[in-house]
């Protein structure tokens, strides 16, 4: 089993910036892919950043160059840079994994940005 713990989420103002940080433990041999997705309330869950464990990175189009993915694979920690916030960003925050093909979640970090 992979236990994910995010932290990082809180409110900012339009414009502002935060750092969201998932740390896996557990079974954490052999942890592959790990990212983030969001769900702002009304929607579907969307992927927001995705990260290999070589390091290539995927963006969805709203977040491309204002946020950046990145992971210590030495820590099984993934990180997320938000910068230029906009209250299209407020939503629910998951961090997740893949190991073995399976697919772990964590329990999710608000991020409210006010206008």
């Known amino acids: 089993q992979v236990q994910l713990v995010e932290s990082g989420g809180g409110l900012v103002q339009s414009g502002g910036s935060l750092r969201l940080s998932c740390a896996a433990s557990g079974g954490t041999f052999s942890v592959g892919d790990m990212g983030w997705y969001r769900q702002a309330p009304g929607k579907q869950r969307e992927l927001v950043a995705s990260?290999?464990?070589?390091?290539?990175?995927h963006y969805a189009g709203s977040v491309q160059g204002r946020f950046t993915i990145s992971r210590d694979n030495a820590k099984n920690t993934v990180y997320v840079q938000m910068n230029s916030l906009n209250a299209d960003d407020t939503a629910v925050y998951y961090c997740?994994?893949?190991?073995?093909?399976?697919?772990?979640w964590g329990q999710g970090t608000q991020v409210t940005v006010s206008s």
């Open positions: 997740y994994t893949y190991r073995l093909g399976r697919q772990y």
């Open positions: 990260i290999g464990r070589g390091g290539n990175t």
